[in-house]
């Protein structure tokens, strides 16, 4: 025997917020004007009701429509759900229109450290209704399937059937190594000059290859396989190696700033560095993006970029 759920049809519930109306304006143009829609369209959605029920649900006169006695027991029935019905889609509905609840997002330490650390105690205090997750990480993935809003990478990374919004500041190829570095090995003048210093490469994890250093100067264009007896796959350590004076590094501005600002870290042919694809924050679909996700993609480009107090974290690229 099937369960009372299995008998229920998903059209069963159409049209009964027309009776409704019908029910309470005691007429169909009345109720039309109340649901927004054509009388017609109120009489075929009761007569397509009374059809499926089996019964009549209203006596209808030329002057006057009123409820038979089946039809004001099947009112009474079914008024407490149907109001509960409205309520809850009224209140889904305000729901929709406030930036709340949980969003999640997929980025590299770069992303995080550049474009949203700067930036995450004002949205959190502009938004307390909003949580967030944020799950760092190097590997490319799929954001759909692994649940997320919204991801952050660089611009070339991001797959073409995504909607790309750039944020973050403009991002440029840095030479940095400490004073103490300099002061024992010379300043290179020219970018040729690092193949004869100690340079600290990177490996990426998506892809196993190690960086190559790009420089453009007046229409010349260089690309470098440097060396060096270092190389790591964690930005954040490559950092603190060029802080420590072991060699020279190839970086991107944003939270390094701090330490070129307080002299830890030297930047040298800056008039060589290209600029860089920059930071965008990525999701499925323009239509129906969810308040909460709009809500950082305003902040995040309306709001400055400045920098945090210096900690003993020094992640700056993937």
Request: proline letters at 5%; charged letters at 25%.
């Amino acid at each position: 025997m099937e369960s009372s759920e299995g008998l229920l049809r998903q059209n069963q519930l159409d049209g009964m917020a027309a009776f409704l109306a019908v029910a309470e304006e005691k007429g169909f143009s009345a109720a039309a004007v109340r649901l927004g829609v054509s009388p017609s369209a109120v009489s075929q959605a009761i007569r397509q009701l009374e059809q499926r029920l089996g019964l009549q649900l209203f006596n209808r006169t030329t002057r006057s429509v009123n409820l038979t006695e089946v039809g004001a027991r099947y009112l009474e029935r079914i008024l407490p759900a149907v109001r509960e019905l409205m309520a809850a889609a009224d209140d889904l509905g305000a729901e929709s229109e406030k930036p709340a609840g949980l969003l999640r997002l997929n980025v590299p330490r770069s992303g995080y450290m550049i474009a949203l650390q700067p930036v995450l105690r004002k949205f959190l205090a502009a938004y307390p209704d909003i949580r967030l997750e944020i799950i760092v990480e190097s590997q490319l993935i799929d954001i759909v399937s692994r649940g997320f809003d919204a991801g952050i990478r660089f611009g070339d990374m991001v797959e073409r059937d995504m909607v790309a919004v750039k944020i973050g500041p403009a991002l440029s190829a840095h030479i940095v190594a400490s004073p103490d570095y300099f002061a024992r090995r010379g300043v290179p003048k020219h970018p040729r000059d690092l193949l004869e210093h100690e340079c600290i490469n990177f490996r990426h994890v998506t892809s196993g290859q190690v960086e190559r250093w790009e420089f453009e100067k007046d229409g010349e264009r260089l690309e470098l396989n440097v060396g060096g007896r270092l190389t790591f796959n964690d930005s954040a350590v490559l950092t603190q190696a060029a802080l420590d004076g072991l060699g020279i590094a190839y970086m991107i501005n944003g939270y390094i700033d701090r330490f070129i600002d307080d002299g830890r870290l030297v930047r040298v042919l800056g008039d060589w560095s290209p600029p860089l694809e920059g930071l965008h924050l990525y999701f499925p679909d323009r239509r129906g993006v969810p308040p909460k996700l709009r809500a950082l993609i305003d902040f995040l480009r309306t709001e400055p970029v400045t920098e945090q107090p210096a900690t003993d974290v020094w992640v700056v690229a993937d």
